[in-house]
């Protein structure tokens, strides 16, 4: 396939605004002082576009935003990456979504979010590409978007897959109150399944990882790949199984670390590279990114990827 794929990624597109590092919020009126603020563009749909972009797909972003200010911030963002938003719809009836994330000094990212426009958008309001020109769908975040029909969902990736196009889905909540397992329906037509641990156990009967990745597959999935933070990852199909560890980092914000997993594992199936290598790329996407502020950073590009890993493979990392 084309060293440059094409990839669409349907879901969430919104604003984080970042700072770092907030120990404890100040009483009353009171300020304190941090080191750093940024915004980006994030969510499981912007997030991964981003990365995607920056590990060189041309990439095409499906969502919504809204008419206000924090929809024309997010439109530059994703244009300051070389990101086509024309398929981004501008609506009206809510705010662009955004969150407010104070990262704490161990890296952990509370969240204050308004779900805004991404609530409110349904299938019927949102513009797809030609699939016949498409590589690559990744779905970011699609559960999050509570008035997407799965069933109208289903006939987009039947047309997608129809297309031979490479489909990648994960999650954005792991919260049980959140929990929306009719995204399961999707599955048979998903060729890897990318959610953390907690997600995965939220959509599932099941707790323990090898029990959570057999009801997954058992649900359709032609692969499933379960993060497990400091754990690495579990990877799962009809015939393999492999755990894969993680790189060693100093952990500045976990923000976006699983969108960076999903783009560079995607990016890895649309280049033709084996399972083996890409959850080491994957991974090492997921590693980087938490040297960093915000959702993209740490992501240079593909070869950066592939010298991380072979420069770790020279230490012996891997065994």
Excluded at 47 to 59: N, P
Excluded at 294 to 306: P, R, T, Y
Aim: glycine share 12%.
């Amino acid at each position: 396939m084309s060293a440059q794929p094409t990839v669409a990624v349907i879901g969430t597109f919104l604003v984080d605004i970042l700072g770092r590092p907030v120990g404890d919020i100040p009483q009353g009126q009171a300020s304190v002082r941090i080191e750093q603020i940024r915004i980006t563009a994030a969510g499981s749909g912007a997030g991964t576009a981003v990365d995607l972009a920056r590990l060189g797909a041309k990439v095409y972003g499906v969502g919504a935003r809204s008419t206000d200010v924090i929809g024309t911030v997010l439109a530059g963002l994703l244009a300051d990456e070389g990101i086509d938003s024309s398929l981004l719809k501008v609506l009206d009836g809510a705010q662009t979504s955004a969150s407010m994330l104070p990262i704490r000094p161990n890296g952990d990212r509370p969240a204050l979010h308004v779900p805004g426009i991404n609530g409110l958008v349904r299938v019927s309001d949102l513009t797809f590409p030609a699939w016949e020109g498409i590589d690559g769908l990744h779905l970011g975040g699609v559960d999050a978007m509570r008035n997407l029909e799965t069933t109208e969902l289903v006939g987009v990736l039947k047309a997608a897959k129809s297309a031979g196009v490479f489909v990648s889905m994960d999650v954005q909540s792991g919260r049980p109150a959140d929990n929306r397992s009719d995204i399961l329906d999707l599955l048979p037509y998903v060729d890897v399944f990318m959610p953390n641990l907690e997600q995965a156990q939220s959509l599932v009967n099941a707790v323990d990882p090898e029990a959570v990745l057999l009801a997954l597959l058992n649900h359709g999935a032609a692969s499933v790949i379960l993060t497990l933070g400091p754990d690495g990852s579990l990877y799962g199909s009809g015939v393999e199984r492999r755990r894969t560890p993680v790189y060693p980092v100093e952990v500045l914000d976990t923000t976006g670390c699983g969108d960076a997993f999903c783009a560079a594992y995607l990016m890895g199936a649309l280049r033709g590279v084996d399972v083996p290598e890409r959850l080491q790329l994957a991974t090492a996407a997921g590693s980087l990114t938490a040297t960093g502020l915000g959702s993209d950073a740490g992501i240079v590009g593909w070869d950066q990827l592939v010298d991380y890993v072979r420069a770790a493979d020279v230490r012996g990392r891997l065994g």
